[in-house]
Nanobody
Framework: QVKLVESGGGSVQAGGSLRLSCAYS????????LNWHRQAPGKEREFISS???????KYADSVKGRFTISQDKAMNTVYLELNSLRPEDTAMYYC????????????WGQGTQVTVSS
């Protein structure tokens, strides 16, 4: 069974930093890539960043230069370092992978809340 567990969210002031973690397990039949998305109240969920098993990374323009994704394969964990946080970064942050179970399906964690005050 695929399991994704996010942690590390919290409340910070603008300009602050947080490090989010996504611990994963049971990903044998999943694509070798993990994504971070976020969803602010009243808005659609949006892509933030991804990291492939071989290390290739991608970022949304809105976070490029401020957020850094990394992975620790020994710990089965992907991290998202959030720096220079802005109030508009306030959202629930989710990690996601895509796994095969008869067809390809997205698997999401439960999310971790990030709140940035001005």
């Amino acid at each position: 069974q695929v399991k994704l567990v996010e942690s590390g969210g919290g409340s910070v002031q603008a300009g602050g930093s947080l490090r989010l973690s996504c611990a994963y397990s049971g990903v044998t039949y999943c694509k070798p890539e993990l994504n971070w998305h976020r969803q602010a109240p009243g808005k659609e969920r949006e892509f933030i960043s991804s990291i492939a098993s071989e290390g290739r990374t991608k970022y949304a323009d809105s976070v490029k230069g401020r957020f850094t994704i990394s992975q620790d394969k020994a710990m089965n964990t992907v991290y998202l370092e959030l720096n220079s946080l802005r109030p508009e970064d306030t959202a629930m942050y989710y990690c996601k992978t895509t796994c095969f179970a008869g067809s390809w399906v997205d698997v999401w964690g439960q999310g971790t809340q990030v709140t940035v005050s001005s």
